[in-house]
């Protein structure tokens, strides 16, 4: 395995090391700083992470599946076979071991493949990416953490305390206070931590709102959703995501433009708003086809929420940016997405894996930071801006969205002419 240059000793060995947020962020890291660690950098840091949630990972709220890819802009597969845990992934992705199971793409109104994308392989990885439940990933990473880190269920960190200057002070919602060394803020988009120290640093909305749910058949998804995932693309400003999640459900997310946020609809939801918001789906998304229908009739309502796209640009770390050194925001917590982005997940893999390179490669803490910022934002700022171009895209009307359809069109038929050649 690769390792980094290494220093005769590393700035963090035999410290303490607080996580917040046992995603896939903080869970990533962990892995990472046990990959990247060996006895030249001295003592093993002691290390706790806290996870607001009471359980572990399980199917519940995490009902729905997400894109990790291994193209350049992405790397999230590159990141998770570095960590030693992508074979493992890939046996439970829906995609299975050589990534060859469905397809991203986009369709028409009556579900015709416009275009179809799948990325090279690239030549040292299994599979040049992977769909695969939320709810696994975590498992798996959750699994892949070693022994000696503890992961506290139920705990959140509400806080960063005044303290001295070389020791970082976490309130905590057992009512306890706890010294670390090093912080490692991976408590997704609504952060505490990141309003404690930058509380002007808030989510905006994208400009899209969204109704989304996963549904449960008694045996296979219906098709295409069984295999396939994407957008329909039908240039009525609402839009339509679908995605397989596991062999008996998948995930529809409606989505639509709107001036200003809405209030979001989270569980537990009453029979009562489950219905309305369930009529709202059908009465928004009427132009669809079936399966749409079924979908929402087969919808689980455990996971039935509205929400609004929000994300907000990456910030660099060190006092002269507000963040007290020693602490260091990763994945959402630091660069919230929407899911329009599609590459959350990959870009808080990644952080997650940098970070712990940087800090086992360089003399001090500080030093460690700055690299990793120059490696991190700019990903970052890119996907923001990529996002926004989706939303455009994927909600557009009139001559734009005629414009967009032949071009969608147009991808198509390049990418199946350079995929017969290939094959030939
Ligand atoms: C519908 C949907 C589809 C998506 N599709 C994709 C996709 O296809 N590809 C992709 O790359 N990304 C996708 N994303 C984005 C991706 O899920 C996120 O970007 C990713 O989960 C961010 O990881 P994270 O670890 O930073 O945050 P999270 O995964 O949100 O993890 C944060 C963790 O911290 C915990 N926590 C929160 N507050 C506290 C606290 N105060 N103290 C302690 N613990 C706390 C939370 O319970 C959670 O476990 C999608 C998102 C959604 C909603």
Known sequence: MARPPSPSSCPLAGKKIVVAGAGIAGLAFAISLQHFWNEDLGSYPEITL?????????????????????DSRSGGVQALQKMGVLEKLLDVSITGRGGER?????WDPNWKRIVEIRLE??????????RIARW?????LTESVAAHTEIVWGVACLEVLPSSD??????????????????????????????????????????????????????????????????????????????????????????????????PQRQPLSPEQTAQILQEAKERGKSFKEPFQTLVDNTDVSTLNIFNANDKQPFPHGKQNGVPNG???????????????????????????????????????????????KRSMPRCSATV??????????????????????MLGLAGVILSVLSWRKRR
């Open 50 to 70: 806290y996870e607001r949630e009471e359980k572990e990972p399980g199917r519940g709220r995490e009902g729905y599946s997400l894109s990790i890819r291994g």
């Open 102 to 106: 469905g397809s991203f793409g986009f």
């Open 121 to 130: 392989k690239p030549r040292d990885l299994p599979a040049s990416g992977m």
């Open 136 to 140: 696994q990933l975590r498992r798996v």
């Open 166 to 263: 070389t020791k970082i002070r976490v309130r905590l919602s057992d009512g306890k206070e706890e010294d670390c060394d090093f912080l490692v803020a991976a408590d997704g988009a609504s952060s505490k931590l990141r309003a404690s120290v930058r509380p002007a640093d808030i989510l905006h909305f994208a400009g899209a709102v969204s109704i989304g749910a996963s549904s449960r058949f008694p045996g296979a998804p219906p098709v295409p959703v069984n295999e396939d995932w994407g957008m329909v693309f039908n240039r009525t400003g609402t839009a339509l995501f679908v995605s397989p999640v596991d062999d008996r459900s998948a995930l529809w997310n409606l989505s639509y433009i709107a001036d200003s946020p809405r209030d």
């Open 327 to 373: 602490i260091v925001f990763i994945g959402d917590s630091n660069h919230a997405v929407s899911p329009f982005a599609g590459n959350g997940a990959n870009m808080a893999l990644m952080d997650a894996f940098d970070l712990a390179e940087c800090l086992c490669g360089q003399p001090s803490i500080e030093q460690a930071v700055n690299v990793y910022d």
């Open 385 to 406: 801006k990529m996002s926004h171009f989706t939303i455009g895209l994927v909600h557009s009307t009139g001559l734009r969205g005629l414009f967009y359809r032949a």
